[in-house]
């Protein structure tokens, strides 16, 4: 089973990219939290820089992702013109365009260019921390111009179908290199197993007076050992919680789902813990 680390740019401090107060950092944590769920659900064992509003330097984000032991990493942002809205559309960048990472990014953007954004194309940009020093295949997705009204609207109205394209994109590639069955079908979101009382849609882009989200995480263990982890991940995935693996300094922490209403993260921990699991909620 092939293991992907998502890293969603920005965060705490780091804003991102900011256009009329919608920061860049939120529709990263909102899009890669999204698509982490799809791949999880369909055969990728799925890890994170971060699922809350913390920052970690893009050098500090290359060595998390080698630190797991992941096979690919996708780092999710959203692009900025030095004229807002003198542009738009969706690029991949990638440390050199060739290989693995280079087709990844070709199959992610394929799929986005299917719902209508501009393909700007595939980007080299050796000169990134995130793409320069991490070890595996890496593409960075610039998904659309902050700074354009247009693309923010296609972003908010078709958030869905944006993630089934990039989850479809990567899987395209995990086939191709032969790491998942042919079988395997294109996806949608949400997945068709999730229950709307439990899993909710991300919440909306968030307005210029409205502080940053908190999400709420179900934390069923923590463990030094990365293989019990791996472990207990692939057993709450098998029985369909939608479970990732979390790097918090020398731990990995096995959680499940990310809601901003603790009343959704109550719900799941009551199913946790019917199925013999002990949890504790954490933001």
């Given at each position: 089973?092939?293991?992907?680390?998502?890293?969603?740019?920005?965060?705490g401090m780091?804003?991102?990219a900011?256009y009329k107060?919608?920061?860049?950092k939120?529709?990263?944590?909102r899009?890669?939290?999204?698509?982490?769920?799809?791949?999880?659900?369909?055969?990728?064992?799925v890890?994170?820089?971060?699922?809350?509003?913390?920052?970690?330097?893009?050098?500090?984000?290359?060595?998390?992702?080698?630190?797991?032991?992941a096979?690919?990493?996708?780092s999710?942002?959203?692009?900025a013109s030095?004229?807002a809205?003198?542009?738009?559309?969706i690029?991949?960048l990638v440390?050199?365009?060739r290989g693995?990472?280079?087709?990844?990014?070709r199959?992610?953007?394929?799929e986005?260019a299917?719902?209508?954004?501009?393909?700007?194309?595939?980007i080299e940009?050796p000169g990134?921390?995130?793409l320069?020093r991490s070890r595996m295949?890496a593409?960075?997705?610039?998904?659309?111009?902050i700074?354009?009204d247009a693309?923010n609207?296609?972003?908010d109205?078709?958030?869905e179908?944006?993630?089934?394209a990039?989850s479809?994109?990567?899987?395209?590639?995990?086939?191709?290199?032969?790491?998942?069955?042919d079988?395997?079908?294109s996806v949608?979101?949400?997945?068709?197993?999730?229950?709307?009382s439990q899993?909710?849609?991300?919440p909306?882009?968030?307005?210029?007076?409205?502080?940053?989200?908190?999400?709420?995480?179900?934390?069923?263990?923590?463990?030094?050992?990365?293989?019990y982890a791996?472990e207990l991940?692939?057993?709450?995935?098998?029985?369909?919680?939608?479970?990732?693996?979390?790097m918090?300094?020398?731990?990995y922490?096995?959680?499940?789902?990310?809601?901003?209403?603790l009343?959704?993260?109550?719900?799941?921990?009551y199913r946790?813990?019917?199925?013999?699991y002990?949890?504790?909620?954490?933001?």
């Amino acid at each position: 089973m092939p293991t992907v680390i998502i890293d969603p740019g920005h965060g705490g401090m780091d804003p991102g990219a900011v256009y009329k107060g919608r920061q860049e950092k939120d529709d990263n944590l909102r899009l890669a939290l999204a698509v982490g769920e799809l791949l999880s659900q369909n055969g990728v064992d799925v890890l994170y820089t971060r699922t809350d509003d913390v920052y970690d330097s893009p050098y500090r984000k290359a060595m998390i992702a080698n630190e797991s032991g992941a096979d690919y990493l996708i780092s999710f942002h959203r692009n900025a013109s030095p004229i807002a809205g003198n542009a738009s559309g969706i690029e991949t960048l990638v440390y050199a365009d060739r290989g693995v990472a280079a087709q990844m990014a070709r199959d992610i953007n394929r799929e986005l260019a299917a719902l209508g954004f501009r393909d700007i194309g595939v980007i080299e940009r050796p000169g990134l921390a995130v793409l320069r020093r991490s070890r595996m295949p890496a593409v960075l997705i610039e998904t659309g111009f902050i700074d354009n009204d247009a693309d923010n609207l296609k972003f908010d109205e078709e958030f869905e179908e944006i993630a089934a394209a990039i989850s479809n994109g990567i899987l395209e590639t995990l086939k191709n290199e032969g790491q998942l069955p042919d079988s395997i079908s294109s996806v949608s979101y949400p997945p068709e197993s999730s229950n709307n009382s439990q899993n909710e849609r991300p919440p909306s882009p968030l307005s210029d007076n409205t502080p940053a989200s908190k999400l709420y995480r179900v934390q069923v263990g923590a463990f030094k050992n990365r293989n019990y982890a791996y472990e207990l991940n692939s057993q709450l995935t098998e029985e369909g919680f939608p479970a990732f693996i979390l790097m918090d300094g020398d731990l990995y922490k096995v959680q499940v789902g990310a809601f901003s209403r603790l009343e959704n993260a109550i719900r799941m921990e009551y199913r946790l813990r019917a199925a013999g699991y002990d949890t504790y909620i954490t933001t």
